[in-house]
């Protein structure tokens, strides 16, 4: 099993940028996936699921301006971030588990390297 991201990138304040993750191994609609994200010297969070039954669910600070979405025809997590804040910079992981659990946890099983984000204002 195995999750890259890419779409990271350097924006201005009030930009876009759409993060995906390809995985392999599996099949995504049989397993919750998320996005988290960690800044320099802070927790890593939680930042987006979208379960097995496709429930979507969003940080209170990203709600209304990202958007997660899953493609199983190309095994694709996508993160689509609207509005972009500089609080928003941070490495972006996309991760996977057949048990929900573990991602609202915080502990899923399986992780990406990770995709960096770096909003200026």
């Known amino acids: 099993v195995q999750l890259q991201e890419s779409g990271g990138g350097s924006v201005q304040a009030g930009g876009s940028l759409k993060l995906s993750c390809t995985v392999s191994?599996?099949?995504?609609?049989?397993?919750?996936l998320a996005w988290f994200r960690q800044a320099p010297g802070k927790e890593r969070e939680g930042v987006a699921t979208v379960g097995i039954d496709g429930r979507k669910t969003y940080a209170g600070s990203v709600k209304g301006r990202f958007t997660i979405s899953r493609d199983n025809a190309k095994n694709t997590l996508y993160l689509q971030m609207n509005n972009l804040k500089p609080d928003d910079t941070a490495m972006y992981y996309c991760?996977?588990?057949?048990?929900?659990?573990?991602?609202?946890?915080?502990?899923?099983?399986?992780w990406g390297h990770g995709t960096q984000v770096t909003v200026s204002s």
């Open positions: 191994g599996y099949t995504v609609n049989r397993y919750c």
């Open positions: 991760a996977a588990d057949s048990v929900s659990f573990r991602i609202f946890s915080g502990r899923p099983t399986y």
